[in-house]
């Protein structure tokens, strides 16, 4: 998922991009053990951008699979994904958009002026969702440049494994709610253009189609 309404790269006075001061934050987290280091093993110069495959590449459309137990290749999955994420830059990031096709996704969606707040989730469920709505215009890193109004519930409890492998549960409003359920999407194959009547659905599929051939 991306920030609405820009494509977070701009910078202001000369200082340091958001994506920029949020990659630095998680270092500083991993060298002094704010996040897990797995037995002292540190993941700052293995962190990795991967790369975010694009529709119409038919892994987007499969259904991930449960992770078993978050251990280092997991933990190290969502390092690299979180660090793909900011350097997008994007706000959400699901395991299949890097062509992984396991339950995990990573979000940070603190406000620009907010400190950075990474959440990574091994086999997230919602548990319980909320009677109101919210209405917000979502786009989506692996479909560059296309944004969709999508209405969804404005609150969501969810339950997910975290890095250390203990289970948690997670009250989320607002633009958090809705990035939670848009990775959730993501891990069932679904895309933020089924939201879409099928005549635009298959206009952007074509158009993606016919920038792959060029």
């Given at each position: ?180 359920q848009h990775e959730i999407d993501h891990l069932d194959g679904q895309l933020i253009i089924d939201f879409l009547s099928r005549l635009k659905r298959d206009i952007i599929i074509r158009k ?7």
């Open positions: 998922m991306v920030p609405s309404g820009s494509d977070g790269a701009s910078t202001c006075g000369g200082r340091p991009r958001r994506s920029e001061l949020k990659t630095a934050k998680i270092q500083h987290d991993i060298e002094t053990h704010a996040i897990d280091r797995r037995g002292g093993l540190s993941y700052v110069s293995a962190m990795t951008v991967l790369a975010i495959i694009t529709i119409p590449d038919p892994v987007l459309r499969k259904i991930s699979d449960p992770v078993e137990r978050v251990d280092d290749a997991v933990v190290k999955l969502m390092d690299d994904m979180l660090e793909t994420m900011y350097a997008a830059p994007g706000v959400g990031l699901a395991a299949p958009q890097v062509g992984v096709l396991k339950r995990v996704v990573v979000i940070d969606a603190a406000e620009d002026d907010a400190p950075p707040n990474p959440i990574a989730m091994a086999n997230p469920e919602l548990v319980a969702i909320g009677s109101e709505t919210r209405l917000h215009e979502e786009g989506c890193l692996s479909i560059p440049d296309v944004r969709v109004e999508i209405e969804r519930p404005s609150t969501v409890t969810v339950r997910y494994i975290d890095r250390h492998g203990k289970e948690q549960e997670l009250a989320a409003d607002g633009l958090l709610a809705t990035a939670i993606f189609k016919k920038q792959a051939r060029d």
